[in-house]
């Protein structure tokens, strides 16, 4: 059984209109006017058990207003949903046993309350047996290392040490489905590292389908088999992480901060962006140069103090995926 099935999903706004000036305001109060937005555009999508997704587009792009109708926060304005059996806007309840869900940018631990006082109040929430609770609890303070913050108030944490319990909260009631929405927005490599590490393990482990959104192509690399990318509420693309990888994600951006000056950089299939005495910017095009031989060349010729490498923003992922369907498109024209 797939664990998510959407057909036709709609979700629009009606965003209230305001004419400028006082006259306007006064206008827009005695009678208002609404615009209908579409955050959502009739998308269809099937999610198999223990997937991991990758949910991607631009900002308002449409994906957390999609995440929102599939928990059953948001009621949807046509179309039909099914996750885990449930319709989640009408069997909200009975679905929030069996799904769990982390919004990076939006705590659900209560913030002046220790993890510990969280944890107990969510256990009773989804009415765990407490020799359950307390084994699953002591698992995931383990797996999460999360010991030294467990009686800390929650504001107290630091953003990754919260993500971190956020995660392993959402996991207490062992959900079949973990909705993530930016859940490594903010956080340093290290830690963005170390959270990619524990979902993939409670995908592996525990065969927990992942719903996953994120402006991270680092993200979406390491997590993600699958990968769906939406603009202006439509689905433009559904296809597999790899092939997104060798033909997408081709492009990486690579800044180095160097501790003397070195050669002026050249390097087949890297193009040299900006070159001063302490930094150096580059544009690697790994169908070209591996980025394994322009880091063994970096780190034979400079000696380098940080480095950091990025993938392309997702506007500029999107741009290609335009640009590559008007050519397929363009090409079934001319085989016609
Ligand atoms: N409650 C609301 N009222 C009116 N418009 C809304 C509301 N919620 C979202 N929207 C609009 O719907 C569109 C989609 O928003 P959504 O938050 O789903 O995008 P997103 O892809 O998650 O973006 P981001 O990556 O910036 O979080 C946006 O244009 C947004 O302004």
């Not at 209109?17 to 208002?32: A, E, H, T």
């Not at 002046?112 to 698992?139: A, G, N, T, V």
């Not at 909705?179 to 490594?184: A, G, I, K, S």
Request: proline share 5%; with cysteine.
């Amino acid at each position: 059984m797939s664990a998510i099935e959407v057909r036709g999903l709609t979700k629009s706004f009606a965003v209230k209109q305001k004419p400028q000036g006082l006259l306007g305001s006064i206008q827009s109060f005695i009678k208002p006017d609404y615009e209908q937005k579409i955050a959502v555009h009739s998308i269809d999508l099937t999610v198999d058990q223990g997937e991991t997704l990758a949910f991607l587009g631009p900002n308002g792009a449409g994906k957390s207003t999609t995440i929102k109708m599939l928990t059953g926060i948001l009621h949807p304005s046509g179309g039909e949903a099914s996750v885990l059996g449930y319709c989640p806007w009408r069997e909200r309840g009975r679905l929030a046993y069996s799904v769990g869900s982390v919004f990076g940018q939006k705590s659900q631990l209560w913030y002046h309350l220790p993890p510990s006082d969280s944890f107990e109040l969510m256990s009773r929430i989804y009415e765990l047996k407490r020799s359950d609770y307390f084994s699953r609890r002591d698992e995931l303070i383990r797996r999460f290392e999360l010991e030294p913050y467990m009686s800390v108030p929650v504001r107290k944490l630091s953003l990754g040490e919260r993500m971190r319990c956020e995660i392993a909260a959402a996991m207490l009631h062992r959900p079949r489905i973990l909705f993530l929405d930016e859940p490594t927005i903010g956080l340093d490599v290290i830690v963005k590292q170390k959270i990619r590490e524990l979902i993939l393990e409670m995908n592996r482990e525990e065969g927990t389908t992942v719903f996953l959104t994120s402006h991270d192509a680092g993200d979406i690399e390491q997590l993600c088999k699958r990968a769906i990318v939406i603009n202006y509420g439509q689905v433009i693309l559904d296809d597999d992480v790899d092939r997104m990888k060798r033909e997408l994600l081709t492009e990486k951006s690579v800044h180095l901060k160097l501790q003397q000056p070195g050669p002026p950089f050249q390097f087949p299939g890297v193009k040299l962006l900006r070159q001063s005495e302490a930094e150096i910017e580059l544009s690697v095009e790994t169908t070209v140069a591996s980025m394994e031989r322009v880091l063994s060349h970096i780190v034979k010729e400079y000696r380098v103090v940080d480095i950091t490498i990025q993938n392309p923003p997702m506007e500029e992922i999107i741009t290609h995926i335009y640009a590559r369907e008007g050519r397929e498109r363009l090409r079934g024209v001319a085989d016609v």
